[in-house]
């Protein structure tokens, strides 16, 4: 083989313009969760997710058109995120206890994590004044997802079953809150969502005819 056929080989493939594009979304996208994780979500201004990004802010508006599309596209990808986490769990013969257990546990691997933390500090700082934007839907799209997979054989009435979501989401995100002003042991943080999952089993799986 030529030395020129073997460095041509070598050469390392160009990326084409939609994968440039693409890790820079997700590197402005990674720059905004890390900032607000660190300096929280006054602080992560224009100038500072650039920094962290490397890139311009002109480059920013390009991809997002400004600060209100970047926190939009962290929450959606949030909201993939969490339902992507749960999409692999086995289903097929297992009994409502592991579901509800390994529902609870994965959940939490998402809740309990700093993404979310700055998902949350956008949704309590951003969202929350901005009735206009979508992310409520979006937010419960992806948990119904999530729900109809694991437990759509579940008998229950459309208002016990939103009921039952917005309160494990209501739980999961108190613990999560919790984080920023303790360090639970892992006994403690155990116990508690032990008692989330007593607590799905018991609504799903009691009297399922209740409607």
Known sequence: MSLRVELARRRPRRRTHAERSTETRAAIMGAVVASISEVGFKRSTANEIARRAGVTWGAVQHHFGGKDGILAAVLEDSFNRFAERLSDIEVAGASLE??????????WEHFGSAHFRSTFEILQHYAASRPEHSWQGQMLDAWNRVWSQLFDDRQLSRGRRIALQHYTISVLSGLAAMLRFEAPSAPVRALELGLLKDTLVRELGAKAARR
């Open 98 to 107: 592991a579901r509800a257990e390994l529902f609870v546990d994965r959940a």
